[in-house]
Structure formats: C-alpha cells, structure tokens
C-alpha cells in the first residue's frame, strides 16, 4: 500500500493490518503519514512482519517508484505515525518493521496514550519512538537499530518502562532523548532516574532542544543521572524558572557534559 496523504483513523474506529502487508509512505516528512485517534492492530509474525516504509525502500515490496537504482531510502524520508491520547491503550503494534522514517517526531509518536509495542524492529529511522505528554507504553522485545540522532526520546515529565529492548551499537547516540513539549503543566514534578537499556546500565539522557522548567516546577535528578547535551553550542541545554534538585552522592555524581565524553 503507498499512503499519499496523511491516514486519520477517528476515535471510536480501529484499524486492523494483517500480518505481511506492506505500508509505503510518499507523504512530506513534514507531516505525519498515520494518525490514530482510535486504535490500530497492527499484529505481525517473526516470518510475516508488517512493514512501514519509505516508497525508495526496494527491500520490501519491490521498486515500488519504477526507478531501478536511482534512489535509496534513507532516515526523515518519511515522518511518523501517531498514536494519540484518545487510542487510550487499546492499540497493538507486534512484529512491525518500522524503517527510514522519523523527521520532526520519532517514526512512532506516542501522544499520551498507551500502546503494547513489542517485537518491533526501528531502522535507520532519525528516532525510532517518541513518547509525549502522558504517553505511557509498554515497550517489550524491540530492537533500535542504525537510528541517526537518539532511538528513543521522550518529555521531562513521561516515565517509560523497558523491557529487553536492545540499543544495537550501530545507532549514532545510545541515548535517551529529552524534550519538553507540555512544560506547562503547573506545579509539576519531572523526574530523572536512571534508567537500564538492554546490555546498557544507566544509559545517558541527552536534551535535544533547550529544555525550561517553568516557575513553580521542579526537576528532580537521581543520583548516578549523567546528561549529555545534544544542544546547539550557543543556546542553554536547561533554564530553570523553578527549581532544580540535582543531589548526587560522593560515589553517585550527577553528571553535566558532552555527547562526545565516552
């Protein structure tokens, strides 16, 4: 199937995809290709996966742009799909290929819902996942692979569970993303502990924009936490209007520093 135009499922209507089909995007990576306001079942299997994909992408159902060898997929050919908050929890993602997408969001955006998302493999997306707002998924067996900026981003304030999911070595930044997209949520607390991936212990999280906490906020920083900025040099990685709790242990720095301090 090639999407043309941004797919909008509306709440209340569920999209089922059999195991096998192939979904290409030619949509603009500046707008998204799926929209889930309802749900989406998209159940795989090891030797039938559901793939998404760029319309360059010859590896799966064929050259499907007529060109031969003219183009090759790459990471932001396509943008993303979004799981928004009104799916709820009812959405399904299982054994899906998720390949060269991702431009402003992760290649899947979840919005404040909370989707199963297990068994999936990301490749050579910008991001593989993003997780906003109050997005809560269960993230269960999904490798990462080849992701040019970070595999998995997420807000200050959303908590995400991993479960034997693998960062392979091959993407660019093992790291945790960090944006803030819903900072003003008054009185809020984010918190930042750390966190294991696969065979990583406390991987990095790294603020891929300027990240405020707002007056009357709080950012609480575990001991042990280590950031590393993906920021631009000339702009501010945090700016705290509120307030910062940042108290590491003697043997548990709290550590501020480079993408490039190994």
Do not use: H
């Not at 959405?91 to 390949?99: A, G, Y």
């Not at 060269?100 to 290649?107: H, L, T, W």
């Not at 945090?238 to 480079?258: L, V």
């Amino acid at each position: 199937y090639l999407v043309t135009g941004t797919v909008t499922v509306q709440s209340g209507i569920t999209l089922t995809i059999q195991p096998g089909v192939v979904i290409k995007s030619q949509v603009s990576p500046l707008n998204s290709t799926i929209r889930i306001k309802g749900a989406i079942l998209a159940q795989g299997t090891q030797s039938q996966p559901i793939v998404f994909t760029s319309r360059k992408d010859d590896a799966y159902g064929g050259d499907t742009n007529n060109d031969g060898n003219a183009t090759t997929p790459n990471a932001e050919d396509w943008s993303s799909i979004v799981i928004e908050s009104t799916s709820g929890g009812f959405s399904i993602l299982e054994n899906c290929l998720i390949r060269f997408g991702s431009y402003y969001d992760g290649a899947l955006t979840i919005d404040g819902s909370s989707p199963s998302i297990k068994n999936c493999t990301f490749f050579k997306c910008k991001r593989g996942l993003d997780v906003i707002k109050s997005g809560n998924p269960v993230l269960m067996n999904n490798v990462f692979d080849n992701c040019t900026q970070v595999p998995v981003a997420k807000d200050l304030q959303t908590q995400v569970s991993f479960a034997n999911n693998v960062f392979n070595s091959t993407n660019n930044f093992n790291a945790i993303g960090l944006g803030n997209s819903n900072s003003d949520i008054p009185g809020a607390t984010y918190t930042l502990n750390k966190t294991n991936v696969g065979n990583i212990t406390n991987i990095p999280y790294s603020p891929l924009g300027t990240l405020t906490i707002p007056q009357g906020n709080t950012l609480s920083i575990q001991a042990g936490v280590i950031i590393k900025s993906n920021v631009y040099q000339i702009n501010s990685t945090f700016i705290i209007q509120g307030t910062i709790i940042a108290q590491g242990e003697p043997n548990e720095p709290i550590i501020f520093t480079s993408p490039k301090d190994d």
